[in-house]
Structures are given as structure tokens and as C-alpha cells.
């Protein structure tokens, strides 16, 4: 069965830092690439970040302005989301997702948080909370 468990959410004052954790289970964890996703209230699921686990390819979304970085244990089949200087407007649900065809796509793009339906498995996700 494949899964994917978020940990790490809290609440955290603005300018703190926090690490999301996205355990994955279920399938070749080295050959997926894993997208972090998050959704605040009464707003879309915004794509935020990939990490490719065969070739150690990285995306960022431009909103984040290197505040977030990814990246992956191998040993313990988790990528990390690590969040600096967080502020309010990052209070959402976070997901991660797993995209298992990222290096066989025909389009050659490779993983992109922008086309949700490459991502078959997604997590439960996991609240943070960021107060002013």
C-alpha cells in the first residue's frame, strides 16, 4: 500500500522556521520525484516545490524567494520541507505528493509542481500555523 504521512506543522511566530517531514511507503522511494503543495482557507491548492529523488533535481516556486528548501533521506525514505522565515501568509495545510513517472515523461519536463495530476499519492497533510 502506498503512503505518504506529513509531520512537522505547528504553530510558530512569525519569522520562526519549521521542518515538514514527508514519509513515504509503498513503492521505490529513490525513483519518485515528491512535490510540497499547500492550501490555505478559502484558497486553491498552490504547488510550492519538487524534489526528484533519481537525479536530485530541485524546483522552487518564485513566491517563496528561497525561504523553503527540499530536500531527501534516502536512508529514511522522507523528503523534507525546511521553512524559514515564515509569515502569516503561510498559515495553510501542507501536502505532500508523490509523482511516480517524473523521468519517464515523454514531455521531458520532469517533475513540476504546476501539473497536479502528475501526482497520484498525496498525503493527509499537516497544519502550520503562523501568527503575527
Known amino acids: 500500500e502506498v503512503q505518504l504521512v506529513e509531520s512537522g506543522g505547528n504553530l510558530v511566530q512569525a519569522g520562526g522556521s519549521l521542518r515538514l517531514s514527508c514519509k513515504v511507503s509503498?513503492?521505490?522511494?529513490?525513483?519518485?520525484?515528491i512535490g510540497w503543495f499547500r492550501q490555505a482557507p478559502g484558497k486553491e491548492r498552490e504547488g510550492l516545490a519538487c524534489?526528484?529523488?533519481?537525479?536530485?533535481?530541485?524546483l522552487y516556486s518564485s513566491i517563496l524567494k528561497g525561504r523553503f528548501t527540499v530536500s531527501s533521506s534516502y536512508a529514511e525514505n522522507t523528503v523534507y520541507l525546511q521553512m524559514n522565515s515564515l509569515k502569516p501568509e503561510d498559515t495553510a495545510v501542507y501536502y505532500c505528493?508523490?509523482?511516480?513517472?517524473?523521468?519517464?515523461?515523454?514531455?521531458?519536463?520532469?517533475?513540476?509542481?504546476?501539473?497536479?495530476?502528475?501526482?497520484?499519492?498525496w498525503g493527509q497533510g499537516t497544519q502550520v500555523t503562523v501568527s503575527s
Open positions: 509503498g513503492f521505490a522511494f529513490e525513483h519518485v520525484a
Open positions: 505528493a508523490a509523482d511516480p513517472d517524473y523521468m519517464d515523461r515523454s514531455e521531458g519536463y520532469g517533475c513540476h509542481f504546476a501539473y497536479e495530476s502528475d501526482f497520484h499519492y
Open positions: 524534489f526528484g529523488n533519481r537525479d536530485g533535481s530541485t
